[in-house]
């Protein structure tokens, strides 16, 4: 999706054994987003699954994981709002070097000096982040421009410092999520997964489109408080 490209909608997708899943530029002076991405699951590519450059995006309802460099890469700033979505990256290729997660604000120019790129918003809630590297989220900041960011409701591996109250909240980290079966890209929260009511309807109401119900169709409001991640556990 190149630059100025907006209104873009990807529902009930599945993109999967590529390169790069989806690749989004930026977008702008639009009062409207580059890409609205939901119910959508992107798998197994050998470098990332979503790459946003000083883009706009919303993701709801979504399911990346298993890629060789990133599963959602958010580069030189932009907007971006990801609620209920799990990122799973369990790339066993080769040797991945790059967290599933990478937030930035800059690029570097044929002189070495970086330019500044304003992320003005990078919001997660109700989310997942996880994979099989010891660091999972890189926010790659510099104080040249805006870095904003705020994780709510998530869980996902990382050495970061999650005490401060403006960029996190109620996050847990570094629970291992038991998945029912990464190996087969089944990302679903297994009987005793930490995932299971640890979200907030607060994401939900918040949400750009209605929420109530998983990427699989299961409802999120039928029991308190719903699941993070894409999938609501239900009990058979």
């Known amino acids: 999706m190149q630059a100025g490209s907006t209104d873009n909608e990807i529902s009930y997708a599945i993109i999967k054994n590529g390169t790069i899943g989806l690749q989004v530029d930026s977008v702008t002076n639009s009062s409207n987003p580059t890409l609205r991405l939901s119910n959508t699951t992107i798998n197994n590519m050998g470098e990332a699954g979503l790459l946003a450059e000083d883009a706009w995006v919303k993701a709801a309802n979504c399911v990346i994981g298993n890629c060789g460099v990133s599963t959602v890469y958010l580069n030189k700033g932009g907007n971006y709002d990801f609620r209920h979505c799990t990122m799973g990256n369990f790339w066993m290729y080769n040797v991945r070097n790059t967290p599933s997660l990478v937030l930035n604000n800059y690029s570097i120019n044929n002189n070495g000096d970086p330019i500044p790129y304003n992320l003005t918003n990078a919001y997660f809630g109700n989310c997942v982040i996880y994979g099989n590297e010891f660091e999972e989220i890189m926010l790659d900041k510099k104080d040249i421009a805006l870095f904003n960011y705020k994780f709510e409701n ?50 939900l109401n918040g949400s750009w489109i209605d929420l109530s119900r998983d990427i699989k169709g299961n409802s999120r409001i039928s029991e308190f408080p719903p699941d993070l991640g894409a999938y609501q556990r239900i009990e058979r």
């Open 154 to 203: 998530c869980l996902f591996r990382t050495q970061l410092n999650i005490s401060d109250p403006i960029y996190y909240s109620n996050c847990k980290k570094n629970k291992d999520p038991l998945f029912v079966d990464y190996t087969t890209f089944n990302l679903q929260p297994d009987t005793l997964s930490p995932l299971i009511k640890a979200g907030s309807y607060e994401v």
